[in-house]
T-cell receptor, first 117, second 114 residues
Framework: NAGVTQTPKFRVLKTGQSMTLLCAQD?????MYWYRQDPGMGLRLIHY???????AKGEVPDGYNVSRLKKQNFLLGLESAAPSQTSVYFC????????????????FGEGSWLTVV | KQEVTQIPAALSVPEGENLVLNCSFT??????LQWFRQDPGKGLTSLLL?????REQTSGRLNASLDKSSGRSTLYIAASQPGDSATYLC?????????????FGTGTRLAVRP
């Protein structure tokens, strides 16, 4: 059971380049999330999805886009990378009941380290 | 807006000591609170989850308490070991809604000295 898998694990980008982070979960979870973690600021929610084909903005969505074409995958895109997007990105997923939170554990991936120079 | 604070930011203790990590939150209208462990270069691993109706949860040497009315939670680690060295994060989940949008604290970095 792989859980939540993120690719790539490490990436260096030049300012203005674009890239996509892929998250895959094999737990049949409805909810998926992208967080970023910066020193002294904790984890902040970028975008989330409550089901296939749906996405919503989190706390810090600017500069990012997401897509959830398949239930098991949640993609995070950076169209024009900026140095301020240097961070560690975490994908997570959780189970829902009838479209509402199940209140159960949220599972995290191992993280993707992104540096924008 | 929910704000979550963890004190202290860093803690160093000798092996065998009992210790308490603190988490406070500003909005008591929470669904539950979760404690996570994060090892360097790794993701988050869930340790304990306390529902808003519960007062505490225990798992092995770990005990988490919740006082929702005062906006506080503590994580008690008994007989600490060097393997407990990690960053501990607490996160609150808003009352039942579409999407589990957790709000995280900034964490307590724990070092247990042999």
């Amino acid at each position: 059971n792989a859980g939540v898998t993120q690719t790539p694990k490490f990436r260096v980008l030049k300012t203005g380049q674009s890239m996509t982070l892929l998250c895959a979960q094999d737990m049949n979870h409805e909810y998926m999330y992208w967080y970023r973690q910066d020193p002294g600021m904790g984890l902040r929610l970028i975008h989330y999805s409550v089901g296939e084909g749906t996405t919503a903005k989190g706390e810090v969505p600017d500069g990012y886009n997401v897509s959830r074409l398949k239930k098991q995958n949640f993609l995070l895109g950076l169209e024009s990378a900026a140095p301020s997007q240097t961070s560690v990105y975490f994908c997570a997923s959780s189970y829902s009941v009838g479209g509402q939170s199940s209140g159960n554990t949220i599972y995290f991936g191992e993280g993707s380290w992104l540096t924008v120079v | 807006k929910q704000e979550v604070t963890q004190i202290p930011a860093a803690l160093s203790v000798p092996e065998g000591e009992n210790l308490v990590l603190n988490c406070s939150f500003t909005d008591s209208a929470i669904y539950n609170l979760q404690w996570f462990r994060q090892d360097p270069g790794k993701g988050l691993t869930s340790l304990l989850l306390i529902q808003s109706s519960q007062r505490e949860q225990t798992s092995g040497r770990l005990n988490a308490s919740l006082d929702k009315s005062s906006g506080r939670s503590t994580l008690y680690i008994a007989a600490s070991q060097p393997g407990d060295s990690a960053t501990y994060l607490c996160a609150v989940r808003p009352q039942k809604s579409s999407g589990d949008k957790l709000t995280f604290g900034t964490g307590t970095r724990l070092a247990v000295r042999p």
